[in-house]
């Protein structure tokens, strides 16, 4: 069995500088890390030994309009067969740098998974193989998920309350 | 003849011993809206209702209903079942543009209607956005007994339309409106 103690420290030894906020949310390991050795990062969990982490849950991102310098997290949920055992990797980025390393080369069903993210959150994988839309239209023109957009369209009448009897 | 057969009630016509006149329009208004073919577009939970309605305990084939058509060809009646994405979209108008004239569109329960709950970016806000729309049924989803009401309604639609009422101006103008032709 692994714990999150242990292999918090195992990535501490190995990267050091580049990974902070280490946090266990509902017991899961989840920490931060830096852009440029996010590929190393995971390359390493994949071919650690022990921890044996070759299993690529999901990618996605979040979008924090009111944190200045790190508008945009992206999320990498890894998973260890061998384990059974979870952690969450966290990349912070700033409006206007929405730049991040793919990791197709690594795992395979990255690839839909950073088109979705680049589809709803604008996120740019570099490097990724094919990054267009894969959920909504081609000529679609902004990243819906981004919070600056209201949730209803303000100008609509024809869902008004008064027509629900509210 | 068993006494609970019911029989469609014929065209107003003259009628005299051995012949019966009446308009052409009643006699194929009466021909189309008891042969009325479907063609379902059923996409979600609508649909799922809509099978129902087709299947024994409903019966939508004693409206002369019997064959569902899958393509556009000889099917005179879209019906149109469920949230249509705004991806979707194109694919419905290109259905309804391969159906051959006489068509009637249904759009049944609240997400073709209207789109429903699903106020969002994603969704076609109603199919009357980019295809006319002949009949709504309200509903989410609607009973079988809605859409069985609604294929009324749209019978007395084509048992009363002119025969000529396609080729009107303000038929076309309402085409054109929609960008079709």
């Known amino acids: 069995m692994l ?24 017991d899961l390991l989840t920490f931060t890390a830096d852009r440029d050795q996010l590929v190393p990062l995971i390359t390493y969990l994949r071919e650690h030994k022990t921890l044996q982490i070759t299993f690529l849950t999901d990618v996605t991102a979040i979008h924090y309009p009111d ?12 998973h260890s067969l061998v384990n059974n055992f979870r952690l969450r990797i966290k990349v912070y980025l700033s409006d206007g740098n929405v730049h991040v390393p793919t990791i197709t080369p690594l795992y395979a069903g990255a690839n839909w998974m950073e088109r979705e993210t680049f589809d709803l959150f604008g ?44 | 003849m068993a006494s609970d057969i019911k029989l469609v009630e014929g065209p107003e016509s003259y009628n005299g011993a051995g012949f019966q006149a009446t308009s052409f329009d009643k006699l194929i208004g009466l021909a189309r809206a008891n042969s ?66 006489p068509r009637w569109v249904m759009a049944i329960g609240a997400c073709a209607s209207s789109g429903g709950i699903f106020d969002t970016y994603s969704v076609l806000q109603g199919i009357d956005r980019i295809i006319p729309v002949d009949v709504y049924v309200p509903g989410c989803p609607p009973r079988p007994e809605q859409i069985l009401d609604g294929v009324m309604q749209i019978q007395e639609l084509a048992k009363n339309e002119s025969l000529r009422r396609r080729n009107t101006e303000e038929y076309q103008k309402l085409l054109n409106s929609y960008n079709i032709q």
């Not at chain 1, 981004?146 to 509210?166: H, M, N, S, V, W």
């Not at chain 2, 609508?46 to 129902?52: A, D, N, R, V, Y």
Request: glycine letters at 6%.
């Open chain 2, 36 to 101: 009325l073919w479907p063609l379902p577009f059923a996409t979600s939970c609508c649909g799922i209702e809509f099978m129902s309605t087709m299947s024994s305990t409903y019966d939508l084939a004693r409206f002369g209903s019997e064959r569902p058509s899958f393509s556009p060809r000889q099917a005179d009646m879209l019906l149109v079942a469920g949230t249509i994405a705004k991806k979707m979209g194109p694919v419905v108008k290109q259905v309804y543009l391969q159906m051959a004239e």
């Open chain 1, 123 to 166: 996120i740019i994988f570099d490097g990724h193989p094919d990054l267009r839309r894969i959920l909504n239209m081609e000529e679609m023109d902004y990243h819906p998920m981004l919070k600056q957009y209201p949730l209803e369209d303000a100008t609509r009448e024809d869902k008004i309350d008064a027509l629900f009897g509210r």
């Open chain 1, 67 to 78: 944190t200045p310098g790190k508008e945009f997290c992206v999320v990498y949920h890894l």
């Open chain 1, 3 to 26: 714990t999150n103690e242990e292999v918090a420290q195992t990535i501490i030894q190995q990267f050091g500088q580049s990974v902070s906020d280490f946090d266990d949310p509902y």
